[in-house]
């Protein structure tokens, strides 16, 4: 079974341009997730999507930050325009739905320098 | 805002020992997750457990649970050089989303 897909791997941008980052979950899983890692914590969910609708956004900066997952499947997580703190890993995730102690499957991550 | 706090910070033992990471919790949680990251890597699920459950094992893994003092435990028994990651809890509850901690970062030294 193939895990869950990201890209770029990594990415460098100076402050104030754009970044997209692509995510495929795991066949069949309906609910996906964008987390935002900071060197040194742990992961911060900032979007959570059940098939095509957002769940959760409250910890997304939405002046800067959109994310939308097309047809159910794949997503994308933009920043524009970037800041510096922006720098960390987006790491996408999903699980077969969201429900109560479900394991969440990771990705490897994107890995973000905002210079 | 983060629920789990995971301690020690930083763990480094030699090859053979057993490794103990703990997690503290503040509000009630329906089930505590540990995952596991290597370094340049994503998290890796290791164990679930659930709040009516005190104990669980998982090869050389053992997870206990205190709901009394919200708070578990992660033991890596025979710990090896490939057991070397950082160890995050994470709590469930609810409709919530889960909710990582900071991590303990373990050392294994061969």
């Known amino acids: 079974e193939a895990g869950v897909a990201q890209s770029p791997r990594y990415k460098i941008i100076e402050k104030r341009q754009s970044v997209a980052f692509w995510c495929n979950p795991i066949s069949g899983h309906a609910t996906l997730y964008w987390y935002q890692q900071i060197l040194g914590q742990g992961p911060k969910l900032l979007i959570q999507f059940q098939n095509n609708g957002v769940v959760d956004d409250s910890q997304l900066p939405k002046d800067r930050f959109s994310a939308e997952r097309l047809k159910g499947v794949d997503s994308t997580l933009k920043i524009q325009p970037a800041k510096l703190e922006d720098s960390a890993v987006y790491l996408c995730a999903s699980s077969p739905s969201f429900a109560v102690g479900n394991t969440i499957y990771f990705g490897e991550g994107s890995w973000l320098t905002v210079v | 805002s983060q629920q789990g706090e995971e301690d020690p910070q930083a763990l480094s033992i030699q090859e053979g020992e057993n490794a103990t990471m703990n997690c503290s919790y503040k509000?009630?949680?329906?089930?505590l997750q540990w995952y596991r990251q290597n370094s340049g890597r994503g998290l890796v699920h290791l164990i679930l457990i659930r709040s009516n459950e005190r104990e669980k094992h998982s090869g050389r893994l053992r997870v206990t649970l205190d709901t009394s003092k919200k708070s578990s435990s992660l033991l890596i028994t025979a710990s090896r050089a490939a057991d070397t990651a950082s160890y995050f809890c994470?709590?469930?509850?609810?409709?919530?989303?889960?909710?990582f901690g900071k991590g303990t970062r373990l050392s294994v030294i061969a």
């Open positions: 509000t009630s949680i329906n089930n």
């Open positions: 994470a709590t469930g509850s609810g409709n919530t989303p889960l909710v």
